[in-house]
C-alpha cells in the first residue's frame, strides 16, 4: 500500500493550520502516532493498520516532521501558517 504525498499533504496543511493559534500549537506538541484505519476493505485492514500504525507526526516548537512507513521523515517549520 503506498500513499502519496498528495493524500498527505492537505492533511498535514489542515493540521498545522489549526495548530497556528498559540493555545492550540500548544496542545499539538508532541509525538502523534497512527492507530488503525477505517473504511479499508476486510482484505486489508491487517496491512493499513500497519501503515498507520508507522505513521508519526512530530510538533516541536516551530518544527513539524512527518513520517510515513517506507518513505523518509520531512521536515517543515510551521511558522510560516501565521
Not at 502523534?32 to 501503515?51: I, K, L, N, T, Y
Amino acid at each position: 500500500m503506498r500513499v502519496r504525498i498528495g493524500v498527505i499533504a492537505p492533511i498535514v496543511c489542515l493540521v498545522l493550520l489549526t495548530g497556528c493559534q498559540k493555545s492550540n500549537r500548544e496542545k499539538l506538541q508532541g509525538v502523534w502516532v497512527g492507530e488503525s484505519v477505517r473504511q479499508v476493505h476486510d482484505s486489508q485492514v491487517e496491512r493499513a493498520d500497519g501503515w498507520a500504525k508507522g505513521t508519526r507526526i512530530e510538533f516541536a516548537g516551530n518544527k513539524v516532521t512527518v513520517a510515513i512507513p517506507t518513505e523518509s521523515a520531512r521536515s517543515g517549520d510551521s511558522s510560516k501558517c501565521t
